[in-house]
């Protein structure tokens, strides 16, 4: 596969570069889960974003983008993640519920949503896991019943990102009586609203990043219903093909990685050996992988196919690749990599995104469930 890139394009990404260079934070902003303080400084970021248009390019004007297709979408990543600006704390709202809304939103709740989305005014968590329903997600028990024209939703939801400081979360709920893939419904329901309570969950470095919801008789206009009633399931597949396959991490973000793995080996690379000069360069061959997989999955998408089972092949590798990128770059620091690890010294990072990468195969549907979807659904394997 060649790439080759139109005027226009290589217009845009020299309009990317020049603005980013311009705007980016020249110092990194404090963690937007440990503290409301840097919370309030990423959504900052998001408002300036939003100020050049730059807050999701792929949406339509009125909503806040600027109307580009993915393949301008992924030169915009290249740029973003090229000058190191900020991981985008609106993730769950702008690359997940986004895409989803575009496809089974009404034009009232496009309207309501995206550009408070796209601003940075509303930043959203997702709460679909539950204790007894994480990769299964056909298991969930939280529950929605309509009442007039309100929903009424009862239940716990876990690990639940970003929901610790955000303003709304987009869930998955049952109607009582149904089973597994039936009587599903995508509900959103802000986290202030009466009746919900949220409970933060350290991860092992003490960093908040998720949380437990807990939903007690939470009332919610049946408008904050995201395509028709029971259509859940199909909605959800849709929001998670964007998270396993697209939109949740892009290629440059690893394309970034493998480069300053290529760089540390460089520089202190003279006496590790071959095995470890062929770890590196196959970090960098597999990012090009990755990259040239999503570019052939953004073209077919604009050509107007759509995200199917084979998503969860490119979720396998980006989590699985982006471990050896990180552990990689550990063997080649040694001991200094513990050293480095909180110091500006150009190595430090590379164990608390090792660390951080160990999680990968878990969320966005569990590895082990994505190898079950690709043999039943992709190679048409009996179920045992």
């Known amino acids: 596969m060649k790439l080759e890139y139109t005027p226009a394009q290589q217009a845009l990404r020299a309009e ?8 980016a934070p020249t110092t990194a ?28 390019v792929t949406w339509p004007a009125e909503y806040g983008g600027r109307g580009l297709c993915l393949i301008e979408w992924l030169i915009f990543e290249e740029e973003y993640y090229r000058a190191d600006a900020p991981v985008r704390v609106n993730q769950n709202g702008i690359f997940l519920l986004g895409p989803t809304l575009m496809e089974f939103g009404t034009p009232e709740q496009k309207a309501r949503f995206l550009p408070a989305m796209a601003r940075g005014d509303e930043i959203w968590a997702q709460a679909w896991s539950e204790p007894q329903a994480g990769s299964d997600l056909a298991a969930v028990s939280s529950t929605v019943v309509q009442d007039g ?13 970003r929901a610790v400081f955000a303003d709304w979360a987009f869930g998955l709920f049952r109607a009582p009586g149904s089973a597994r893939h039936q009587g599903l419904s995508l509900i959103l329901f802000p986290l202030t609203a009466p009746g919900v309570k949220v409970r933060p969950i350290e991860r092992m470095d003490g960093e908040k990043v998720f949380a437990e919801i807990f939903l007690d008789e939470v009332r919610v206009p049946a408008f904050n219903r995201l395509g028709e009633e029971g259509q859940g399931w199909e909605v959800c597949m849709s929001t998670a093909g964007f998270e396993r396959g697209l939109m949740l991490r892009s290629p440059a973000r690893y394309q970034q990685a493998a480069q300053r793995l290529v760089k540390l080996f460089k520089a202190r690379g003279c006496d590790l ?40 092949t ?6 699985e690749l982006d471990i050896g990128l990180q ?23 590379w164990l608390d995104d ?18 079950n979807i690709i043999s039943e659904r992709v190679l048409g394997l009996p179920r045992r």
Request: aromatic share 12%.
């Open 149 to 161: 024209d309100d929903y009424v939703l009862n239940g716990q939801k876990i690990w639940s990102s």
């Open 327 to 349: 552990r990689t770059g550990l063997e080649i620091l040694g001991p200094l990599a513990e050293l480095a690890a909180h110091q500006d010294t150009g190595l430090g990072g």
């Open 29 to 56: 902003l404090s963690s937007f889960d440990l503290t409301r303080e840097g919370f309030e400084a990423h959504r900052q970021w998001e408002r300036t974003l939003d100020s050049g248009r730059w807050g999701m």
């Open 273 to 312: 050996g071959q095995g470890m000069r062929d770890a590196v360069v196959q970090h960098w061959m597999d990012a090009d992988a990755y990259a040239l997989s999503v570019y052939e999955m953004a073209s077919r998408l604009d050509a107007g196919g759509k995200i199917g089972p084979e998503s969860s």
């Open 354 to 371: 090792y660390l951080f990468s160990l999680a990968g195969p878990i969320y966005a549907g569990s590895n082990e469930i994505q190898r």
């Open 314 to 319: 490119n979720k396998i590798f980006w989590s």
């Open 16 to 23: 990317a570069r020049a603005w980013l260079e311009a705007h």
